[in-house]
């Protein structure tokens, strides 16, 4: 079988000049799905969160509508990736993670990454309108979509340099993850966990920052323009009121008397036990190992917070489904 070979470039900090090479389509794929970032995916494990706390996750009229708009957020979310690979690649080649990224290396062309963008979307909301045809339901779900794009966008080429407003985008795609799950499934969903979505997303997003920060200060490189905005102190204290705050609204949430009266059960406070224990633990990842990188890969790699998420999840179960 014939190898089909595509071009590539990459750029030689050393000898700061630009080598061209061929390389296979094979590896071509690896590096477009690289630039989607699947392993970020799993984010968008939000859109179940009414079904689940509905006690619909058996029923797959509820859960086939999930499936379609996980899936429609995956693609705009990749897309948004594509995008934001373009207008960082600059800033990515100074940075000694980030610079391995397919369009900062020259894996993938700029102008490719902007075709797969563009069909990414295109699939996205072809996808939706299919998949929910003749319903009010499309409209809904695809002007969530396109909300969360459109400030995406803007995020990519200009609110990412504003500091606060940057990470408060950050939180409300969150937010826009469980409401498009609602919408989908047609599930009213409890204004203490859309606040305690966007405070942990709040959370995690400044712990991100404080990276950062640490690298800017240990290295002189900038990850973000923003960064001189932050400094160790802000986030450290940021960083702790929210986490004590997010946990004090799940604790509200489990024991607000609408929950209540729509699961049925009055025992939603022991699963606090395991909310309070990831916090505690990404805390000291934070503090302590000095491990405030992506929260993805975090999740990925450290057991105890895979444990404190298994927990609570079985415990949801047991208490919504069981018994």
């Known amino acids: 079988m014939q190898k089909i070979n595509c071009y590539r470039w990459e750029y030689n900090f050393h000898t700061q ?14 590096e477009i799905i690289r630039l989607l970032r699947p392993h970020q995916w799993m984010k968008n494990a939000f859109v179940f969160m009414p079904l689940f706390f ?3 996750a058996t029923e797959w009229n509820y859960v086939w509508p999930c499936i379609v708009a996980f899936a429609a957020f995956c693609l705009t979310a990749s897309g948004v990736y594509c995008l934001n690979d373009v207008c960082d690649a600059e800033a990515d080649r100074r940075h000694p993670s980030k610079r391995m990224r397919p369009v900062a290396s020259g894996a993938v062309s700029k102008r490719m990454a ?3 963008m563009a069909v990414l979307w ?14 009010s339901v499309a409209l809904e779900v695809s002007s969530t979509l396109l909300l969360y794009l459109l400030m995406n966008v803007a995020y990519c080429l200009r609110l990412k340099r504003v500091a606060i407003l940057d990470v408060f985008v950050i939180a409300v795609g969150f937010v826009l993850r469980i409401a498009v799950g609602g919408i989908a499934t047609g599930i009213w969903l409890s204004h203490w966990i859309v606040i305690t979505t966007f405070l942990l997303a709040l959370f995690l997003a400044l712990a991100k920052r404080r990276d950062d920060m640490t690298l800017y200060e240990d ?23 929210l986490g004590s705050v997010t946990i004090m609204c799940y604790i509200l ?19 606090s036990a395991f909310v309070l224990a990831g916090i505690l633990r990404y805390l000291q990842l934070i503090f302590v190992d000095g491990k405030s990188g992506s929260p993805t890969k975090i999740l990925l790699h450290d057991n105890f917070i895979q444990t404190c998420i298994a927990g609570w999840i079985a415990m949801f179960v047991i208490i919504l489904y069981i018994l």
């Open 54 to 56: 509905d006690r619909h």
């Open 17 to 30: 000049k630009i080598r061209y090479y061929n390389t296979t389509f094979k590896n071509m794929i690896r």
């Open 219 to 241: 290295s002189g490189i900038r990850a973000r323009q923003n960064i001189e905005r932050y400094n160790r102190d802000f986030l450290a204290s940021a960083i702790a009121i």
């Open 253 to 271: 949430y489990t024991l607000s008397n609408e929950v209540l009266e729509r699961t049925g059960s009055k025992s939603l406070y022991a699963t």
């Open 122 to 135: 295109v699939a996205a909301f072809a996808l939706t309108g299919l998949s929910f045809c003749g319903s």
């Open 114 to 116: 902007y075709g797969v």
